[in-house]
């Protein structure tokens, strides 16, 4: 009964853990949304605003006001362009329709595009389109991974491979940026490693990392 209560008392520690780390997660998210809703959207909109106040001005000059309505026309692409950023940001279309596979190559050939970096991706697993709620948080922490690497460790070429290893679903994830030393992982706030290992909790896989300065990273996870 001894050996019970102390086993039942883990699997509660472990479960408010994992929850934990799920709402520290979700209000990481959040607050990262409500800053590009900020930086991204709403100051386009104050921009058009201002310039819909304007055009009240009596006795506008023809000139001033195909100068106001030009910009208004501009931001207002602007805003749509960003709103459509986000969207495709927090659920990308593609992985919602067609898959885990389908979204890391979408957006492999996003970033190649975006940021002129090489990434080499291969996958040796099937990915069942039932699990995909699950597959969204591997989704995520790869976004998370790419972010670090250019952001943060400036690197030019990224590894991502896929397979089952020891019966288990593994990333292998790698870079060729300036790294970091291990022991300040806790306080380099700007790698938003936080967010991976609580990502990889939920799917009750684990995680290693390794890196060094100068010499890029290397992490591996399973799911």
Do not use: W
């Not at 520290?24 to 310039?51: F, G, M, P």
């Not at 506008?60 to 749509?80: G, H, Q, R």
């Not at 300040?184 to 909790?201: D, F, T, Y």
């Amino acid at each position: 009964m001894e050996k019970k209560l102390e086993f039942d008392n883990l699997d509660i520690f472990l479960k408010n853990k994992q929850l934990s780390a799920v709402i520290r997660t979700l209000e990481s998210d959040r607050k990262r949304i409500a800053q590009e809703l900020h930086d991204n959207i709403c100051s386009k909109l104050n921009v058009i605003s201002l310039n819909c106040h304007l055009l009240k001005i009596p006795n506008l000059p023809p000139k001033d006001i195909e100068e106001i309505t030009k910009n208004i026309i501009e931001y207002t692409s602007k805003a749509l362009n960003s709103s459509k950023k986000m969207t495709h940001s927090l659920l990308p279309p593609v992985l919602d329709k067609f898959g885990l596979h389908a979204g890391i190559e979408e957006l492999c050939a996003q970033l190649i595009n975006d940021v002129a970096i090489d990434i080499q991706y291969e996958n040796n697993l099937k990915f069942d389109f039932k699990e995909n709620d699950n597959h969204i948080h591997v989704f995520r922490i790869l976004q998370e991974l790419f972010a670090n690497s250019i952001q943060h460790g400036k690197a030019t070429s990224i590894s991502v491979f896929f397979d089952e290893i020891d019966g288990k679903r593994t990333c292998k994830y790698s870079d060729n940026g300036i790294g970091f030393e291990l022991n300040q992982l806790e306080n380099h706030k700007g790698l938003g490693m936080k967010n991976v290992v609580s990502r990889v909790a939920f799917l009750e896989g684990s995680l290693s990392i390794e890196s060094q300065m100068n010499n890029g990273i290397s992490v591996i996870f399973n799911f």
